[in-house]
């Protein structure tokens, strides 16, 4: 298959949308996690990230990588570009990739955090996030969340 034909994508079917009563069960969880990060940020003047395993450990190494190049190599754009790059390929030598915590690195140099960034909000906003998720998935009998640890 030559380099062009791929770029067209699989013939694999759009998977189809997911039942109403779904959406609004998503979606109201969604807003619950938000509410209590939301809240957290509003109450402590810090912002709250989001970023189980892939959520937390993602944000936490993420973070890591973005904070160790922006204080120990180079506060330039140049270090922000390297931090991503180590930070994903982190994340997937690890097995926790998580998309949103890719952006970890930019919100750290965009910020200019100091380690304490790590701490607060990295990790307690992740581990909400999962607390969250973990009881509110499990309140309904056809959830069972997470899959594994």
Not at 7 to 20: N, Q
Not at 46 to 59: E, L, S
Not at 63 to 83: C, E, K, N, P, R
Not at 95 to 108: E, K, L, M, Q, T
């Amino acid at each position: 298959m030559s380099y062009l034909t791929k770029l067209k994508g699989s013939p694999a079917p759009v998977p189809p949308r997911p039942p109403l009563k779904e959406l609004g069960f998503i979606s109201f969880g969604a807003f619950l996690a938000a509410c209590v990060i939301g809240y957290l940020a509003y109450a402590t003047n810090q912002p709250i990230i989001m970023g189980p395993r892939n959520v937390i450990i993602g944000h936490l190494v993420t973070t890591l990588i973005g904070l160790v190049f922006y204080h120990l190599v180079s506060s330039d754009w140049w270090s922000m570009a390297l931090a991503l790059a180590f930070a994903i390929a982190a994340m997937q030598y690890l097995r926790v990739p998580h998309p949103p915590a890719g952006s970890n690195p930019f919100i750290v140099f965009l910020l200019g955090s100091q380690w304490d960034f790590l701490w607060m909000p990295a990790l307690i906003g992740s581990v909400l996030i999962v607390l969250v998720a973990l009881f509110y998935n499990n309140l309904s009998n056809d959830r069972s969340y997470p899959k594994y640890w």
